[in-house]
Each structure stands twice: as C-alpha cells, then as structure tokens.
C-alpha cells in the first residue's frame, strides 16, 4: 500500500475463486482483517464446481456455459446495490469478457485484478482475456517474462501454517507429500518412497483424483498412496507441522513456486522439490532446500541430517498472506 493511505479501509471488493480448498476464504479473511468488505463467489455454480455431478459433467464433457453464464448473471444482480472499488479474480479460467465489461459499467471507477497461481501454457484462452484488467499478476517466472505487463508475485502462506500447533493425532513423519495426482507425480512418488524405505524414514504420501480415475487405478493394482478422499486444511496443516521435510513436485508446464513450498518457508520446513527456479529466491538456501531432477530422482540422505537454518524474519513475512494481500491491491 501506499506509505500514509488509508489502506484497504472500507473497501468493497468483489474476490472470484476458482473453489481450490478453501485459499480463497482465507483470502477473503484476510481481506477483511485488513478493513475490506468482501463478497466471495465461485467463477462456477456449485454443481459444475464438485460432487457427482461436476464429475459426471467434466467426464463427458457437457457444455456448461448457459450454466456458468446464469450463475454470473446472478453474481452482477446481488451486487447492483453496492458500489465495488476492486475486483480480484482468481485464474478466471470461466470468467468472459462481457462479465467484466459489465462490472465496470456497473461500478464507475472499479479496479480488476487478475491473479494466476496456475500458467497460461496450460489456459492459453486466457491470454486475450488479460487486457479487460487494470493489473495482471502471475505466480510464474515464464510467464513474468512472456508478457512484460504480467507482474511476477508469488504465492503465500497461511498464518496457521506459520502457527506452533501441534496435533496429537498426526504422526511423526520424515518425509510428506500431499496433493493432486497429475503428471508423473506417481511415478516420483513411488521412487521418493523406496528411497526413504532403504533408509528406513517414515512417509505419509497421499495423493488425490477423482472416482473415476480410482476405479481405474485400483483395477489396474497401481492405487499406492493414491485416494479419492479430500484431507481437510486443519488436518493438512497438522501433518505438514508433523513432518520434518515436505516433499514438492510442481507440475512441468508450471515454474512458478507452488503453494507448497512457500508453506513450507512459513512452517520452518525443509523442502526436496524439482522446481528449479526456486534457486532464484532470496530464501534459497541448500541446507534447507535439496532440488531433485524429476526424471532421475536423486536424494542425498546427509540433507536429512543438516540442521534447519531459519531465514531472516523479512524475507519470510514477505511471503505471508498479509503481504500478498497488500502487494495485490498496492496503489502503483
């Protein structure tokens, strides 16, 4: 923010998500600790964003635009008593153009912001949709260099992944791994595991997919560690405190750093990843951080021995959702 502003104070702000756990809401919270009014929204209708049917959907492809278009639609009415000073869209991979065009006719003076915490290599759609914002930020180095208008701010974590909490149902573990199954993240995890079974470590690896591709997997015998089964944030944060190393295995379209490895800055975690521009970081640091190469995993198990070496207070609250939210909606 602007040095003597009144800050996000008062603001009405119009936050589109894309449904991923619940970051937005802790988002919105934080937006709101900060002074803001929020009105929260999916860019989906519940029944396109999860469950049976959105499984269904997705599977067979239906078109769901008359859907999407209507529950937009629903979005602009609620918000025609309110006057919106700032509009934050999350990825916006549902979001059109009109949607936007008449948000700002709608609310004179209105700020869009665009937020990607995924690449545009995988979304190439929404390149041209870009222009209809006033700020563009990406989460990935690429893509900063791509489009020279793009302002590169990574992710954050959460203020309870920077919390002491200890949970006494979540074990010990020396190594942890939770997220979606894609790509060759099976093939790395099964690898990571025997590995850490050579040198007797203990794991908690769990990776998610739909219904349909768990069938699939369990028919085929290859379902380790694999399941259909959603761990809860509380419960995510309470293994991620348990472990002494987490395991990050970005996708390879991607190269900005994920949530994960900035969570694990927060929690005072070392990290094994096979993101390379993670080097480039001003919290970079070897004894904390072990980079494998992805199609030749290779892990020395002196890293495990080397005592954390804790950054300076600075560059980790960088990193935090409150400096997110104030970098987002600084005034320049």
């Known amino acids: 923010m602007e040095s003597g502003s009144k800050g996000l104070m008062g603001c009405q702000i119009l936050l589109i998500g894309i449904g991923f756990y619940d970051y937005e809401q802790a988002i919105a919270d934080e937006l709101g600790r900060q002074g803001a009014v929020v009105f929260l929204y999916d860019e989906l209708p519940l029944h396109v964003r999860r469950g049976v049917i959105a499984s269904f959907l997705r599977r067979f492809k239906v078109d769901t635009s008359g859907w999407v278009r209507n529950h937009q639609k629903k979005i602009l009415d609620k918000l025609s008593g309110q006057h919106i000073d700032y509009v934050l869209v999350i990825k916006g991979e549902h979001i059109s153009s009109w949607f936007l065009d008449e948000l700002r006719r709608m609310h004179s003076g209105v700020q869009l912001i665009a937020y990607h915490?995924?690449?545009?290599?995988?979304?190439?759609?929404?390149?041209?949709?870009?222009?209809h914002f006033d700020k563009v930020y990406t989460f990935d180095y690429e893509d900063a260099k791509r489009f020279p208008s793009f302002r590169l701010r990574p992710l954050f974590f959460r203020p309870e992944i920077a919390s002491n909490m200890r949970c006494s149902s979540a074990e010990t573990q020396d190594l942890t791994f939770v997220g979606w199954l894609h790509h060759g993240r099976h093939c790395q995890i099964s690898e990571i595991y025997l590995w850490a079974k050579k040198h007797s470590l203990r794991t908690f690896f769990h990776l998610y997919t739909g219904w349909?591709?768990?069938?699939k997997l369990r028919l085929y015998g290859n379902a380790s560690f694999v399941s259909s089964l959603i761990i809860g944030y509380k419960d995510y944060v309470c293994l991620f405190h348990a472990s002494r190393v987490i395991v990050d295995l970005p996708h390879p379209d991607q190269t900005g750093l994920t949530m994960r490895a900035i969570e694990a800055l927060g929690a005072g975690k070392k990290l094994i990843t096979t993101s390379l521009h993670i080097s480039e970081c001003e919290f970079y640091d070897p004894t904390n951080i072990c980079i494998i190469d992805s199609k030749n995993i290779n892990i020395d198990i002196c890293f495990l021995e080397k005592e954390y070496r804790r950054p300076s207070e600075k560059i980790i609250e960088k990193y935090s959702l409150s400096s997110w939210v104030k970098e987002v909606f600084e005034k320049k």
């Open 117 to 131: 915490w995924d690449s545009l290599t995988r979304y190439p759609h929404l390149v041209e949709l870009q222009s």
């Open 212 to 215: 349909f591709s768990m069938i």
